[in-house]
């Protein structure tokens, strides 16, 4: 359910902005269901005050329950608010019709109903919330009083009408999203589901046409280990010019360590230049002996280049070459 927003089970119009990944930012195509002309279809949107994990300040907004998500995300403009840090990961996401690796940063919140009283609230944690630089807008999915008005078998319903959408829980808090009550109507009305974080109204809110986005779901995220390309192209080229070697702290292996110390031992200032052993010239190091190999080798060598005339041409002619040069 998305629209110029990187991240989301959603796409609206053509677009699903996605993100996730860290320090890439990445804008992804996604698929449109259905045509451009149906009315206004409610999305499953509650009511809910949030906090970060273990922090006494809160405030109100609204979280998309969104089964077409493996994770769960929020707006960066909302941890500003809270007053949370995080860290920064990367993330690979899936779309109908894209990859992307966006950049994100991982929070934690708790996330209770706004409505109702308060001895019955459930607290909800989200242990693993990516933060989205941007988010997608989804007021006109957001079903109002005056929307479920008309509808007999929701008419009655107490819920809390969503704000702004800032948090999107996905599957991963399976809890926020088990359905403990579902009210029902004909075929084409919409239907009410009582969660943890209270009453959510899905479906079509009239049968009037509108302007309404066409939207789909779907996002799949994974915590990626893979560079992205732009990461990967940059690390190319560190190395064809040395940057990573200059840039990383390199440990001295048991070697670098003996030549070293070679080095120390022997140093002298002869005519105003320093002079320093050559490694391994004055104590070579003790090499295996190797020569039933070697015979083993050349022996193999011997019995393909006899079951094969014109490889023994082209191996003895390339070795004349090699001796007269």
Known sequence: MLHDALV????????????????????AQSCACGPPGCGKVALPIVAVTV???????????AALLDPGSNKSF???????KLGLS???VNLSLSTMSENSNPEAVEVSLEVTAATGAKRSRRAVMLPKVYALETFPSLTESIALRSDIAQWKHLKDLDFGEGQDVSILIGEDVSQALM???????????????????????????SEKTGSANALCSFICASQSIEPSLDAQVQQFW?????????????QPS?????????????VTKVHGHYQLDIPFVSNPPELQNNRALAECRLECLARRLSRDPELHRRYAAEIDNLISA
């Not at 906090?51 to 907004?61: A, C, D, N, V």
């Open 86 to 88: 995080g860290e920064p």
């Open 254 to 266: 048991v070697n670098d360590k003996k030549v070293m110390d070679l080095w120390e031992r022997s």
């Open 74 to 80: 929020c707006s960066v403009e909302l941890t500003k």
């Open 8 to 27: 989301s089970s959603h796409a609206q119009s053509n677009t699903a902005a996605v993100s996730m990944n860290s320090s890439q930012t990445v804008q």
């Open 51 to 61: 906090k970060g994990s273990e922090m006494q300040t809160s405030l109100r907004t």
């Open 179 to 205: 359905p403990l009550e579902v009210r029902r109507g004909k075929d084409n009305e919409p239907y009410a589901v009582r969660t943890a974080l209270d009453w959510t109204v899905n479906g079509p809110m």
């Open 238 to 250: 560190k190395l064809d010019t040395g940057d990573v070697v200059a840039d990383s702290e390199l």
